[in-house]
T-cell receptor, first 111, second 116 residues
Framework: EADIYQTPRYLVIGTGKKITLECSQTMGHDKMYWYQQDPGMELHLIHYSYGVNSTEKGDLSSESTVSRIRTEHFPLTLESARPSHTSQYLC??????????FGSGTQLSVL | AQTVTQSQPEMSVQEAETVTLSCTYDTSESDYYLFWYKQPPSRQMILVIRQEAYKQQNATENRFSVNFQKAAKSFSLKISDSQLGDAAMYFCAYRSLLNTGNQFYFGTGTSLTVIP
């Protein structure tokens, strides 16, 4: 089974701050994903990566950016956080089509 | 794009009883995966059960089983002998086998309460 880690677990910040949400997995999965999850809503894909130096935007428009310099690391950055960015962010990785592993999520609150 | 619909925002079940969560999906693809994921409060989302579309036999994992109706594009989850630990949000998900773009699509979830 995969181990996938997200930090921080909770984050409260002020408007205009730059933040980076960390996501790391230890199983060498090529495919990684960032989802945004709001209460009562489906998970929305905001970014994905199929390997090192490969990143794509997902279905949900997002002002965040991602990077994939190493296989195990897929951080998400908000250059200037706004209250509309308040949400839960889930990172996931996938070794094969039939498997998708999730991190514990980061609950972000922007005041 | 594929869509996944869970029409039951909330469900409840008496402990030890059986409950069925509904899921329908829309796709033009013939081969794909379907999943049920469980997300307990403030905890990690984990896989409950998985179904390959090319398999006619319904998947089963201990107390969890699915009713997969490919023609109807229906994929319901049955939980037998419900336990307090089953209380969680349950998400139905579809996984395309196309190798480009978004591949996983999720429903809006069903919140399951287990009554002691």
């Amino acid at each position: 089974e995969a181990d996938i880690y997200q930090t921080p677990r909770y984050l409260v910040i002020g408007t205009g701050k730059k933040i980076t949400l960390e996501c790391s997995q230890t199983m060498g999965h090529d495919k990684m994903y960032w989802y945004q999850q709001d209460p009562g809503m489906e998970l929305h894909l905001i970014h994905y990566s199929y390997g090192v130096n490969s990143t794509e935007k997902g279905d949900l428009s997002s002002e965040s950016t991602v990077s994939r310099i190493r296989t195990e690391h897929f951080p998400l950055t908000l250059e200037s956080a706004r209250p509309s960015h308040t949400s839960q962010y889930l990172c996931a990785s996938s070794p094969r089509p039939e498997k998708l592993f999730f991190g514990s999520g980061t609950q972000l609150s922007v005041l | 794009a594929q869509t996944v619909t869970q029409s039951q925002p909330e469900m409840s079940v008496q402990e030890a009883e059986t409950v069925t969560l509904s899921c329908t999906y829309d796709t033009s693809e013939s081969d794909y995966y379907l999943f049920w994921y469980k997300q307990p409060p403030s905890r990690q989302m984990i896989l409950v059960i998985r179904q390959e579309a090319y398999k006619q036999q319904n998947a089963t994992e201990n107390r969890f089983s699915v009713n997969f109706q490919k023609a109807a594009k229906s994929f319901s989850l049955k939980i037998s002998d419900s336990q307090l630990g089953d209380a969680a949000m349950y998400f139905c998900a579809y996984r395309s086998l196309l190798n480009t773009g978004n591949q996983f699509y999720f429903g809006t979830g069903t919140s399951l309460t287990v009554i002691p």
